[in-house]
């Protein structure tokens, strides 16, 4: 089954919605799934929008761009993201509610939100 999921990001005062279709076997899915999708999702979004910007007329003017091509490791993002997330450094809510537990367990319905917060620090301190 392929299930919608809409994922806010909010960073300060900017909040950031996309959109990621993603292939689910049941409807129970763990926070740790949900960060992974996640992270290749913004992969597979700035691959294409590379891919893009090759085609466009940038590309061909700037011919010394040409030798640039954007590579990752999508398994050490993942488990990157993973650890900060381990160390409070963003959280997730799921409908309002904070998931504190990678393998907490959350059911999949069609008005599920998902947002992750990234805590920026004051200046000053």
Known sequence: MKFPLIIEQRQGDNTVS????????DKLVSLKQIIELKVRAEIANKVHEAQLRREGKEWRLNAHAKSYVEHYDIDAEVNRA?????RNGFFV?????QITALNQMIVWREDLRITFLQL???IGG
């Open 18 to 25: 996309a959109v990621v279709h993603i292939q689910l076997t």
């Open 82 to 86: 993973i650890e900060h997330f381990q």
């Open 120 to 122: 920026v620090p004051l």
């Open 93 to 97: 809510l799921v409908n309002d509610k």
